[in-house]
């Protein structure tokens, strides 16, 4: 998702919400607040509980990578696509892996522990909504980051090339959702946060 982000094909991300929308008698789902209370999903102050700020805040992006030097120079290469930049050498504690050459031999770090500086791409949240999982249209899933497979190897959708094809963008992102999730948690159909972002910063 790395690449789709950088090629400009991902405006949006699912994330399951902490804390399970539940039934209220009078308002529909509710969902349970920061201060132990709980609040309308149907209702604008639902939004107040999105944990990762509000539209017009901005979110770092991890992912996989390591540090080292490349024709003498320290840097930081990102594993999605190799690209290595000066510039990102480390405040952060604990050691570097050198990475003399390119190549399978590099000990990637999770992107778990990519730290901030290290981070070379910032999004910008442009809107949040609550649904179902299983709601999602065929635009959303393609905001997803989902493409329409080449035409010389057949009609349809997929979240990688090495991955198969499907008739839907949605079924694609489902496979996807289970690819990170788990087998069957789509069919779980989980209530989530569903946030619209642009890149501001790569």
């Not at 509000?54 to 770092?60: A, E, F, S």
């Not at 504690?93 to 778990?112: C, D, Q, T, V, Y």
């Not at 959708?157 to 999730?181: C, K, M, N, Q, T």
Request: glycine residues 10%.
């Amino acid at each position: 998702m790395v690449k789709a982000l950088l090629d400009g094909r991902k405006t949006q991300t699912r994330r399951v919400m902490k804390s399970q929308p539940y039934t209220l008698r009078t308002e529909g789902f509710g969902y349970g607040t920061k201060s132990g209370g709980f609040v309308s999903i149907q209702s604008p102050h639902c939004l107040a509980e999105f944990p990762y700020g509000v539209p017009g805040d901005r979110l770092w992006v991890r992912e996989a990578w390591t540090s080292g030097y490349r024709d003498g120079a320290w840097g930081t290469i990102f594993r999605a696509d190799e690209t290595f930049l000066i510039g990102k050498r480390a405040h952060e504690k604990g050691p570097h892996f050198h990475a003399k050459e390119m190549g399978s031999h590099i000990l990637w770090r999770p992107s778990i522990f990519m730290p901030r500086w290290a981070s070379r791409i910032t999004l910008e949240v442009t809107d949040v909504r609550v649904q179902r999982l299983q709601e999602i249209s065929e635009g959303d899933a393609v905001a997803e980051g989902i493409y329409r497979n080449s035409e010389n190897m057949g009609a349809g959708w997929r979240y990688s090339d090495a991955e198969p094809v499907y008739a839907f963008a949605a079924s694609a992102y489902r496979e996807l959702w289970e690819s990170i999730h788990g087998a069957g948690s789509s069919t779980l159909n989980p209530w989530v946060w569903a946030v619209g972002f642009k890149v501001v910063v790569a």
